[in-house]
């Protein structure tokens, strides 16, 4: 093995540079406890970065020690040790995550990171896809919120500091939506089932992967975040095109909003604001369903996991809908309400429109996934979050 094409590959590497090639294929390894007293760094090199499948056998604690410090020291691994007794515990300590029997030893589970109270190891199976699955869910969380929650609401704001227009969310409007209509849909993510690739995913690097990365960002600011503030500022100026207010006379001409503007009386522009604020409002909370839908899934058609029916079946979904909905007619049409934040009704027709809009953003991500799922090497599949 000393002289093997394996033992030149990785002459001079540093080690933690040194893990598997993903065209390597699968390789296997068995070593006694001798072999492995034998082992010198580069022997070290080749067996981590050579081989998929090792078994060390009839091992003492300081060879499992051993093995738990050379396996860390190279490439990326996240080391897992399971073990019951007393000379397990060196190893249970030195892992990234001891598994200790809840009917082994109290130095064993006292070093240990974690116990199976039910000592079968068909548990830490459960736990990976508990733990992937509680990740997954609080990626697709942020992911439902950024792109109106903080992108759509700060271009209301920008537009109104940088740009002279009257602000097209109020201050009320913009908590409402981030403590109420936002935290009552984000809700039911939690509740979402594994996909069916979950464990079918390559292991995440805990070392170096995070919580967000810049698919993630892309998705959020330049996908989803990029149809969703187009079209909320679009019903603000659809609105004040119908009372007679072209696109320069609402933007840059902030300090030009006073009584007899465009013919206008003050209360008749304020009238104008407040209605486009709340159509601007529901916009917002309507294209948040085709947004909730559309992070549901990573690669997968809704088709195929839709929330009322079959095997990712969660109808928090539909109850987080009307409740959002339900917030949203009490923030308009309630007399307390209207009297101390100055909400009021809108048109009706400012209550069907954003349904199109968030249908087409359910459409875009579909076929952002289908793409992805038909071009697995294709540009778009690579941007995936």
């Given at each position: 093995?000393?002289?093997?094409?394996?033992?030149?590959?990785y002459?001079?590497?540093?080690?933690?540079?040194?893990?598997?090639?993903?065209?390597?294929g699968?390789?296997?390894?068995?070593?006694?406890?001798?072999?492995?007293?034998?082992?010198?760094?580069?022997?070290w090199?080749?067996i981590?970065?050579?081989?998929?499948?090792?078994?060390?056998?009839?091992?003492?604690?300081?060879q499992?020690?051993?093995?738990?410090?050379?396996?860390?020291?190279r490439?990326?691994?996240?080391?897992?040790?399971?073990?019951?007794?007393?000379?397990?515990a060196?190893?249970?300590?030195?892992?990234?995550?001891?598994?200790?029997?809840?009917?082994?030893?109290?130095?064993?589970?006292?070093?240990?990171?974690?116990?199976?109270?039910?000592n079968?190891?068909?548990?830490?199976?459960?736990?990976?896809?508990?733990?992937?699955?509680?990740?997954?869910?609080?990626?697709?969380?942020?992911?439902?919120?950024?792109?109106?929650?903080?992108?759509?609401?700060?271009l209301?704001?920008?537009?109104?500091?940088?740009?002279?227009?009257?602000?097209?969310?109020?201050?009320?409007?913009?908590?409402?939506?981030?403590?109420?209509?936002?935290?009552?849909?984000?809700?039911?993510?939690?509740?979402?089932?594994?996909?069916?690739?979950?464990?079918?995913?390559?292991?995440?690097?805990?070392?170096?992967?995070?919580?967000?990365?810049?698919?993630?960002?892309?998705?959020?600011?330049?996908?989803?975040?990029?149809?969703?503030?187009?079209?909320?500022?679009?019903?603000w100026?659809?609105?004040?095109?119908?009372?007679?207010?072209?696109?320069?006379?609402?933007?840059?001409?902030?300090?030009?909003?006073?009584?007899?503007?465009?013919?206008?009386?003050?209360?008749?522009?304020r009238?104008?604001?407040?209605?486009?604020?709340?159509?601007?409002?529901?916009?917002?909370?309507?294209?948040?369903?085709?947004?909730?839908?559309?992070?549901?899934?990573?690669?997968?058609?809704?088709?195929?996991?839709?929330?009322?029916w079959?095997?990712?079946?969660?109808?928090?979904?539909?109850?987080?809908?009307?409740?959002?909905?339900?917030?949203?007619?009490?923030?308009?049409?309630?007399?307390?309400?209207?009297?101390?934040?100055?909400?009021?009704?809108?048109?009706?027709?400012?209550?069907?429109?954003?349904?199109?809009?968030?249908?087409?953003?359910?459409?875009?991500?579909?076929?952002?996934?289908?793409?992805?799922?038909?071009?697995?090497?294709?540009?778009?599949?690579?941007?995936?979050?």
């Amino acid at each position: 093995m000393r002289v093997s094409p394996l033992a030149r590959r990785y002459a001079g590497v540093d080690p933690p540079a040194i893990k598997l090639a993903e065209n390597d294929g699968d390789h296997a390894l068995v070593l006694t406890g001798d072999d492995v007293e034998s082992l010198e760094p580069a022997d070290w090199d080749m067996i981590v970065g050579g081989y998929t499948e090792i078994v060390f056998a009839r091992t003492t604690p300081e060879q499992k020690l051993r093995i738990v410090e050379q396996t860390k020291a190279r490439g990326d691994n996240t080391v897992a040790v399971t073990g019951d007794g007393v000379n397990d515990a060196p190893a249970l300590k030195a892992s990234d995550i001891g598994v200790a029997m809840g009917a082994g030893s109290d130095v064993a589970k006292e070093a240990a990171a974690m116990i199976l109270l039910n000592n079968d190891l068909t548990s830490i199976v459960v736990a990976i896809e508990m733990g992937r699955l509680v990740f997954d869910n609080l990626k697709k969380v942020i992911l439902y919120l950024m792109p109106a929650g903080t992108y759509t609401e700060f271009l209301a704001v920008f537009c109104n500091v940088f740009l002279g227009m009257q602000l097209a969310l109020s201050s009320y409007l913009q908590v409402c939506f981030s403590i109420t209509n936002d935290v009552v849909m984000s809700i039911s993510l939690m509740f979402e089932k594994p996909e069916s690739d979950l464990m079918l995913r390559k292991p995440r690097n805990a070392r170096t992967d995070r919580l967000t990365d810049w698919r993630f960002f892309f998705q959020i600011y330049l996908f989803i975040g990029l149809m969703m503030w187009p079209c909320a500022m679009s019903m603000w100026f659809f609105w004040m095109s119908k009372q007679g207010l072209a696109f320069y006379d609402v933007i840059l001409v902030f300090n030009k909003w006073t009584d007899g503007f465009k013919g206008y009386s003050i209360d008749q522009l304020r009238e104008f604001v407040s209605v486009g604020q709340c159509i601007y409002y529901i916009t917002m909370v309507f294209m948040q369903y085709g947004g909730l839908l559309a992070v549901r899934n990573r690669r997968v058609s809704i088709l195929q996991s839709n929330p009322l029916w079959g095997p990712r079946r969660n109808l928090a979904v539909p109850v987080g809908m009307i409740a959002t909905m339900l917030i949203g007619v009490v923030n308009l049409y309630g007399p307390g309400l209207q009297r101390v934040f100055g909400t009021t009704p809108i048109p009706g027709m400012f209550w069907g429109i954003p349904f199109a809009f968030a249908t087409g953003i359910l459409m875009m991500d579909e076929i952002r996934k289908l793409i992805a799922r038909t071009y697995p090497n294709s540009i778009v599949a690579k941007m995936a979050w």
